[in-house]
Each structure stands twice: as C-alpha cells, then as structure tokens.
C-alpha cells in the first residue's frame, strides 16, 4: 500500500503541523458511517458561526469554534461556497468543515521519478477525478466525508478493478493542500505556469538538429 500511495501521490511531504501528525490517520479497510451533509456557505456567517443551508434547503446555525481548534475547518469560510459539514447530533455544532470549493481544481507536486515534473490530480465537479501527467494511474473518483479525501483509480493496464485510499486532510487553503494516508503525508500546491524563454526555432538558423 505504501508503494501505491507514493506513486499516486508523489513525494512525502516535508513538515507537517504537530497537532494534525498526531490525529488518528484512517485506513483503507476502515469502514465508517458517512455522516457527511453537503451545501452552501450563507449570508450571516462571520467569525465562528456558520450560516449553512443544506442541500435540500434547510437553513442552520452552527458554531465552527470547536471544528476550528482542532484543525477541522478546512479551506476558509466564504459565502456561495460549497461545504462538506459533520454535524454533533442537535445539528448546532460543527465538528468538521471542508470547503469543496477551495478544493476543486489542480493538485500537483514535484515528480519524484524526474525532480523537475509536475504530477497529481484534477479534482472536479460531480465526483470526477482525474490525473495529471500520470500514465501509470488513473483517477476515477473523488469524495469527502468527514475530514477525509477518498480518491478511486485504476492501474494502467491493470484491468478493470478500482483502488481507493482514504487521506486524512491535514490543510487546505487556495493554493496549498496536505493530506496523509496511514503511513505518510504528502504537500500539494496549485500547478506552476512554465516560463516562457521567448526562444524560437528560428533563433537557431538552419542547422539540423
């Protein structure tokens, strides 16, 4: 397992915060009850109290104070975006809170095969992942239930079977997320826009190359 986490992956992250090193990191063989309700940020949140309107329109209150000391409010709190809530059982408090909007999008690291690429995962709308400039995985699926990233792929070639892994996430901001499986953890930022030299072919006249 540990092979396919670093190959889906990439490289271990460097440093990660004490505090998220010592949660209780999930296992693929872990099955947990979802308990996870989705929805959107609304007008009335500020400071640590979440104005959250369900999916099936349902409006509640709830305190993010608790979910905000234990590293559990994950990608900030804006209004119109898209959260993924754990709820105590009266519905009045927060227990974690992921920001689905934050996380959408392009997730890469530095190549561990070559140090120079750039390789990782898309994440996109209706549960679609993908992966980015990775041959050997295919990424099928993504989604959240509690403070947890589940990612489906496929092996190239390796017939039709689903692989899953389950990543604790350990922070998420606009432009960098970490994560870690039961072994390791792992550092990813946004892609990085290659520079363009401004060289042209025909700089180099008309040798053969």
Known sequence: MAVIAATACGQKRNTVVAEAEQAAAPRAAVV???????????????????????????????????????????????????????????????????????????????????????????????????????????YRTWRVFSNRLELVWQREGGGSADEKMEYTLLYLADDSLSIRDYEDAYEYTRPHEVEDMGIEASDFGDYDF
């Open 32 to 138: 947990d009850k979802d308990s996870t309700v989705y929805g959107l940020c609304a007008t009335g949140t500020q400071g640590d109290q979440l104005r959250f309107v369900t999916d099936l329109g349902v409006s509640i209150k709830l305190s993010v104070a608790a979910a905000r000391q234990e590293n559990k409010l994950l990608g900030g709190l804006r209004v119109g975006d898209r959260l993924a809530v754990v709820m105590n059982d009266d519905s009045t408090v927060a227990r974690s809170v992921v920001n689905v909007s934050t996380l959408m999008g392009d997730w890469v690291q530095i190549s561990p095969l070559d140090g120079a690429s750039e390789v990782g995962f898309r994440v996109k709308e209706g549960g679609i992942a993908e992966s980015i400039e990775q041959s050997d995985i295919i």
